[in-house]
């Protein structure tokens, strides 16, 4: 008997002793700042050029609606390292599809469709009426 109460007291020792992985929660506020950094990151980007008359703009669809498609499409000069700014896009985009399915983030499931009419006004790239 003693025995057995001795095997008892180690098993119960080990088990107490354990290490558990730590269950990381997710947090939405950190999740939302960082979302807003790099949004701001890609905005300052675009803001650092200008367009004139010798240049064209274009836009590229930037953010993700919780039903799908972009929140927005984003006007830049045709004087920006387009493949950077496509890569830093792509990637916010993901980052904000996967913040909408980890917090079940809702929106209107209205389309947001490409501007018809873009110009430079002022040095910068603008969605004209």
């Known amino acids: ?11 119960l020792l080990f088990q107490s002793f354990q290490c558990e992985d730590e269950v990381t929660q997710p947090d939405q506020s950190f999740d939302l700042v960082t979302l807003q950094n790099e ?36 006007v830049f000069p045709s004087t920006v390292d387009l493949n950077y700014l496509t890569e830093k896009v792509n990637n916010y985009n993901a980052l904000e599809n996967s913040y909408n399915l980890t917090y079940g983030i809702v929106s209107d499931c209205m389309a947001v469709m490409p501007p018809e009419n873009i110009g430079c006004v002022d040095g910068v790239c603008t969605i004209l009426p």
């Open 1 to 11: 008997m003693k025995k057995f109460l001795k095997l008892f007291t180690i098993v």
């Open 39 to 74: 949004r701001q990151i890609i905005l300052d980007y675009i803001a650092t050029f200008t367009c004139d008359e010798n240049s064209t703009c274009a836009s590229i669809a930037f953010g993700s609606k919780a039903c799908g498609g972009p929140q927005e499409y984003l």
